[in-house]
């Protein structure tokens, strides 16, 4: 079992020293040829955040007293902001901020249906797109196949920008839930509390602005510069002469006299399919 141990080590390291060598010969990706999937993953990590986050508009109050701070109630694509309280042990009483799902009753208008389409798609393509282009330095795609992934982030970058109808949407201009919010406090408090007409830019929408950009930039990128690229393979021929001296005490002695050739080519790094 010892010796049997012994082989399987021996035989780990060699393997270990080919994958080694294997690897320092491999061509380096640069940072000019990753560019695009720098810039598309920055863009995905934005649109998620603009998707997913119910901070995508906001609504601030404009009216109460002189020691009431103004209140701003948030609302995403497909998430509101709500509140939650929670006894904790240690802390007492908390009040969490929370993502609530709309109410099955909500009025989802056809500019907010679309947002939420537009925002999917770019979420589901950028994220399958932008998950390859991460790979590109260990699977070396073609040209062309760069340049599809290129249009690719195009499109997403246009679907980020549809998504921002939702400004144009219900969620934005007459909020249902602004109204009860509007009417419930009014009516339980002393405190006549009014909040803008129309909303205005959260984080989430601004999120989704420098998405855009992202996705174009990263676009652009893809269809300008060259993919990562293998090494390319290599052939060295070697002339070994040996010659045989028999000395005076009749010992002979071989000498091996080995004369490397110049590295040939013979494949390319990488074939445009």
């Known amino acids: 079992s010892f010796s049997l141990g012994i082989k399987l080590f021996y035989s780990t390291f060699l393997s270990l020293s080919y994958l080694i060598g294997v690897w320092n010969t491999m061509a380096r990706p640069t940072l000019k040829s990753l560019s695009p999937a720098i810039f598309a993953a920055v863009a995905f990590t934005l649109s998620w955040f603009a998707g997913i986050w119910c901070h995508f508009v906001q609504f601030t109050s404009t009216s109460g007293t002189s020691s009431t701070s103004p209140i701003t ?47 999917t798609m770019t979420l589901i393509i950028g994220g399958i797109v932008t998950f390859f282009a991460l790979l590109s330095g260990f699977l070396y795609p073609s040209s062309t196949s760069y340049k ?24 934005c201009n007459y909020n249902e839930m602004i109204d009860d ?13 009014d909040f803008e007409e129309t909303c205005s830019l959260g984080p989430g929408a601004k999120c989704a602005i420098a998405s855009t950009v992202f996705w174009f930039v990263a676009g652009v990128a893809a269809l300008k510069v060259e993919p990562p690229r293998r090494g390319e393979i ?3 021929t070697q002339d070994v002469t040996y010659t045989r001296t028999v000395g005076e005490d009749g010992t002979a002695v071989v000498e091996e006299h ?3 050739g110049e590295p040939v080519p013979v494949s390319s790094g990488q074939a445009d399919v």
Do not use: M
């Open 258 to 260: 080995v004369v490397k």
């Open 73 to 119: 109630v948030n609302f995403g694509i497909w998430y509101y902001q709500g509140y939650q309280v929670v006894d904790s042990p240690v802390q007492g009483t908390v009040v969490l901020q929370t993502c609530n799902q709309y109410p099955s009753g909500t009025n989802i208008d056809a500019a907010w249906r679309s947002a939420r389409a537009f925002s």
């Open 148 to 171: 599809s992934g290129g249009l690719a982030f195009l499109l997403c970058c246009l679907f980020q920008g549809l998504s921002l109808l939702l400004l144009d949407s219900n969620a």
């Open 181 to 193: 919010l509007e009417k419930s406090f009014n009516d339980s408090n002393s405190i006549h509390l």
């Open 234 to 236: 290599t052939q060295q």
